[in-house]
T-cell receptor
């Protein structure tokens, strides 16, 4: 089955530093990947849509200069949290859609998530 | 805009009990509907899906039927096991929008 990996799985950093999270589709190609944020015991909130070879599309209220997204290849998207602060601490999850998905159902495959803790 | 509403948890059941987790949605047109499951310490996994009205998705004993007339996609299982303990998310993908809109999640705890 389709597998999406994220790295790192857990990161602790000091306030003011930047953190990069990688999302990779391991056995399929994805022109579009999605980045979500999940607060404890809450649902996933879409942050942005990452498009291969073009700029990401951010949801309302998400600072594009704060959360930098790069989608340089069909199998890799990165999210960089710049100048992280404690309020950025959260669980970040990516998902990817297979470009050859012919089911029409828009099935997405999720990474295991990255837990970010900013001290 | 699109939205998904699912019942509050946690839901606590004994093993072999019948499970229903309600999910209703608001969307224009004909969205695709999904149930995802998140086991402790793991990422989301697709449990089942339905792409058009009256479709029934099923997997691992779980079922959900896409009811357009009631805008619902309730999750059911006839006999739950301890290993089913997890958080279940109902989600939809609207027409022309490929990102998913999630419900708040329902935690299921199954006791032996």
């Amino acid at each position: 089955g389709a597998v999406v990996s994220q790295h790192p799985s857990r990161v602790i950093c000091k306030s003011g530093t930047s953190v990069k999270i990688e999302c990779r589709s391991l056995d399929f190609q994805a022109t579009t990947m999605f980045w979500y944020r999940q607060f404890p015991k809450q649902s996933l909130m879409l942050m942005a849509t990452s498009n291969e070879g073009s700029k990401a599309t951010y949801e309302q209220g998400v600072e594009k200069d704060k959360f930098l997204i790069n989608h340089a290849s069909l199998t890799l998207s990165t999210l960089t949290v710049t100048s992280a602060h404690p309020e950025d601490s959260s669980f970040y999850i990516c998902s990817a859609r297979d470009i050859y998905d012919i089911t029409g159902g828009n099935e997405q495959f999720f990474g295991p998530g990255t837990r970010l803790t900013v001290l | 805009g699109n939205s998904v509403t699912q019942m509050e948890g946690p839901v606590t059941l004994s093993e072999e009990a019948f499970l229903t987790i309600n999910c209703t949605y608001t969307a224009t047109g004909y969205p695709s509907l999904f149930w995802y499951v998140q086991y402790p310490g793991e990422g989301l996994q697709l449990l089942l899906k339905a792409t058009k009205a009256d479709d029934k998705g099923s997997n691992k004993g779980f079922e959900a039927t896409y009811r357009k007339e009631t805008t619902s996609f309730h999750l059911e299982k006839g006999s739950v096991q301890v290993s089913d303990s997890a958080v279940y998310f109902c989600a939809l993908s609207g027409e022309g929008r490929r990102a998913l809109t999630f419900g708040s999640g329902t935690r299921l705890q199954v006791q032996p």
